[in-house]
C-alpha cells in the first residue's frame, strides 16, 4: 500500500482578474510514494516542482483530484486529524535563513512545534530531544547552536537544523524542495549523505526537488525520477534505467546539457538533441497538443493536434506519441557509432 498516492491532481493559480489569466502549475499529475521511497522530482524552472512539493505537504488545495494518505483524502480530514498529517509531511526548503525566524533561537523556533504538538511535556524533554536529533545531524554538542540565532550560523548548519527540525516530529516523508542549492559545493554531499542516513534509519520516505540531476542521481540512486514540463508528469522510472536511457525527448535534451567532469562517464545520449526552441513556452499561452511540440525535433500534426498521455514504455512511463520510434531509431544510431 502506497503512503501517499496522488490522484488526478491540478493546481491553477490566478496571476490577474481575467480567466485567461489563469495558469496551471500542475496538471492532472498521478503519483504514488511508497514508505521508505525516495522520488527526485526533475525539471526546468517554473515547471511545477515546488507547487507539487507544497500540495504533497498540504500547503496547497488543489484546484481538482485527491491526495490520499493511508488511504484518506487528506483535503477531507479535519483539525487534529489534518495536524497530524501536516506533521507526518515535513517541507524542508532551500532557503534556510528564511525558514527560520531571525528574532528568535534555534531552541525557540524549534522547541515550538514539540510543544505545540505535545511531542515535549517541558523544557527539559524538549532538549533531550533536540539534543538527540542535533547529534544525529552531525551538529554537536547541540548546546553551542541552541542558543545562537540564525545569522550566526552558517548556511550548511543552518539546513542541517532545518533537516534536524524536520526529523523531530517524526515525519514519514520529507519533502526537500532545493534542499542543498544554497550550500557550499563543498558540503552538498555530506547533506545529501545525512538524508540518505534518515531515509534508511528512519524508514522516512524523501520527495527530493531539483534542477540539478547530479544531485538527483545521487540521492535517489535506489529510488525513482519525475520528470516534469510545464507543470505536467512527462517521464518517471528508476532513476538508473532513466538516466542511462531517457526517453522523452525533453529529458533527453536535460541529460544532454549536463557538463560531466570525466568525459569518460558520459551517457550514450551525450550527444546534444537539437532543439528548434530553447524557450520555454509562456505558461499563460500554452501551446496546443503535447506541450514540448514547439522545441521537439521529432514533432509532427498529431503532436501539434492531441496532447499525449503517460504510457507504460520499457519500465517506465512516458508522455510522447513516437516514444517507440524515437527509441528505435537512438539505437540505429548508437550502433552505427559503435560499429
Ligand atoms: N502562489 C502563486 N501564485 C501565482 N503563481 C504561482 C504561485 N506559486 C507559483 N506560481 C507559478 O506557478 C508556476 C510553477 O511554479 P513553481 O514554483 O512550482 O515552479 P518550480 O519548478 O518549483 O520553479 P523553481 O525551480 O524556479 O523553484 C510558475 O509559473 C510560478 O510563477
Redesign the pocket.
Known amino acids: 500500500m502506497s503512503l501517499i498516492e496522488i490522484q488526478n491532481a491540478s493546481i491553477e493559480?490566478?496571476?490577474g482578474k481575467k480567466k485567461k489569466n489563469k495558469?496551471g502549475?500542475v496538471v492532472d499529475l498521478d503519483m504514488s510514494i511508497d514508505e521508505g521511497e525516495i522520488i527526485a522530482v526533475v525539471?526546468?524552472?517554473?515547471?511545477?516542482?515546488?507547487?507539487?512539493g507544497k500540495m504533497i505537504a498540504g500547503i496547497h488545495k488543489p484546484t481538482k483530484g485527491r491526495i490520499l494518505y493511508n488511504e484518506k483524502d487528506i483535503f477531507k480530514l479535519k483539525g487534529k486529524q489534518f495536524k497530524d498529517y501536516r506533521l507526518s509531511v515535513q517541507m524542508v526548503h532551500q532557503d534556510s535563513y528564511a525558514a527560520l525566524n531571525p528574532n528568535k533561537t534555534i531552541y525557540q523556533s524549534l522547541s515550538l512545534p514539540l510543544f505545540q504538538h505535545k511531542i515535549a511535556r517541558n523544557h527539559n524533554q524538549a532538549i533531550e530531544i533536540l539534543t538527540e536529533f542535533f547529534d544525529e545531524v552531525g551538529l554537536n554538542p547541540a548546546s553551542q547552536f541552541l542558543e545562537k540565532y540564525p545569522h550566526q550560523l552558517s548556511g550548511g548548519q543552518r539546513q542541517r537544523i532545518l533537516l534536524a527540525r524536520a526529523l523531530s516530529v517524526k515525519p514519514k516523508l520529507i519533502v526537500a524542495d532545493?534542499p542543498v542549492s544554497m550550500v557550499d559545493v563543498s558540503l552538498r554531499i555530506s547533506l545529501l549523505d545525512l538524508m540518505s542516513r534518515m531515509n534508511k534509519k528512519y524508514k522516512i520516505s524523501f520527495v527530493y526537488?531539483t534542477?540539478d540531476l547530479g544531485t538527483a542521481r545521487y540521492i535517489a540512486s535506489h529510488g525513482r525520477i519525475m520528470v516534469?514540463y510545464l507543470?505536467r508528469l512527462i517521464e518517471t522510472n528508476k532513476i538508473h534505467e532513466a538516466i542511462k536511457s531517457p526517453k522523452h525527448p525533453y529529458f533527453h535534451a536535460l541529460i544532454a546539457a549536463v557538463p560531466e567532469a570525466d568525459p569518460s562517464t558520459r551517457s550514450e545520449y551525450v550527444n546534444k538533441l537539437p532543439l528548434r526552441s530553447l524557450d520555454m513556452p509562456d505558461?499563460l499561452n500554452l501551446p496546443t497538443g503535447c506541450k514540448f511540440h514547439p522545441r521537439c525535433p521529432y514533432y509532427t500534426e498529431k503532436c501539434v493536434e492531441i496532447e499525449p498521455k503517460l504510457m507504460e514504455y520499457d519500465g517506465g512511463l512516458v508522455a510522447c506519441h513516437y516514444v517507440q520510434e524515437i527509441n528505435e531509431k537512438r539505437q540505429i544510431q548508437k550502433g552505427a557509432i559503435s560499429s
Do not use: D, R
Open positions: 493559480f490566478n496571476t495558469i502549475a525539471g526546468e524552472s517554473g515547471c511545477g516542482k515546488t507547487t507539487l532545493e526537488i534542477h516534469m507543470g505558461l
